[in-house]
């Protein structure tokens, strides 16, 4: 009965890791070979998504699929989560956090307050408000898949979040970095620290870092870009706690009503693994041990390919008719999101060249 009970799941799980697979395959070709990248800029997740939405909606999902894409969905997605900590070194982080961190929480704030605003003034969802939300402001799609299960989100408004996250996160990281070396005259500084704020996807940073170096011969604004985002990233640890709180206050009766009830545990477990990370590197990085780095590697790639599953499985889940319904009105809540982001950003670090530099 036990391996019964388990068996079921398990063409789903490899239905998942096939889309996996064949995302990846389309990436290398798309970005290395047709783009001329040494490294696509391109997300495999984005592909994922796009590549199971296609099937699910022309081809359709057999019955006996489902429970494990559920499975994929639900826990194949939080472990994606917690081993997505091991690329985080908090200490590495002090000679820009106190630049970066004002900035990102500036930036979270003015995002937020709109788009609470704009709930009002368009009436749309308030679970498609809150993933937007995260979206625009932490790490994009993993800010979105994470918080998902937390607020109770639907298949259909992932996938529409995830979407409108990923147009703008595009256009952001193909215009940004042209943008950021006019506007801030070469510094790479200001422009590592506005590409790392305003453009949704860790990828997409990456990507937009990339093509700034490339363009403008800056690796520095790379790389602070890179540290920035990450920086950002950790913020995942606090939002999601706090949406959770926010969308399920006053949905039960007061006298039940427990932050325990709600609260992600899976969160404790990527912060165990930011621990594990350090804790790790000072053991082991001052002997140059190749296994602890190989480890990292590894457990990188785990995380990658446990979120791209988990996107997939919920493409495969996406009924394009119900997206259809929901109308423009999140699309617009999305570029106001972008936008906002982008013009704070901007601003706040205006700012800080006048006071400090």
Known sequence: MFFKKYLVLVPGIILAVILYSLSQGFNNIIGIELLGYSKSPISTAMIAIILGIFLGNFFGVRRGFQKGLDFTKDYVLKLGIICLGIQLKPFEFLEFGKIAIPLI????????????????????????????????????????????????????????????????????????????????????????????????????????????????????????????????????????????????????????????????????????MIIFRNIGDQFFISNTNTNWVETIELIKIISKIFLTMAMAAIGLSTNLKDIKDMGYKPFFVGFIAMATVGIVSIFTIGIYSKLFI
């Open 105 to 272: 929480i500036i930036c979270i704030i003015s995002v937020l307050v709109v788009i609470k605003l704009l709930i009002k003034k368009f009436k749309i969802p308030t679970r498609m408000a809150y993933l937007i939300s995260i979206g625009s402001t932490v790490c994009g799609t993993t800010a979105i898949i994470a918080t998902a299960p937390v607020i109770k989100a639907n298949k259909n408004e992932i996938s529409y979040a995830i979407a409108n996250i990923t147009l703008f996160g595009i256009l952001s990281m193909l215009l940004y970095p042209y943008f950021a070396n006019i506007y801030f005259d070469g510094n790479s500084l200001f422009a590592g620290l506005f590409l790392g704020t305003s453009i949704h996807e860790t990828s997409q940073v990456a990507a937009a870092g990339l093509i700034y170096d490339q363009q403008f011969n800056s690796p520095e604004t790379l790389n602070i870009a890179t540290i920035t985002k990450l920086i950002r990233n950790t913020f995942l640890i606090i939002m999601i706690p706090l949406f959770a709180f926010l969308y399920n206050r006053g949905r039960t009766k007061e006298k039940s009503y427990s932050i325990l009830n709600i609260f992600p545990y899976f969160v404790l477990g990527f912060v165990g």
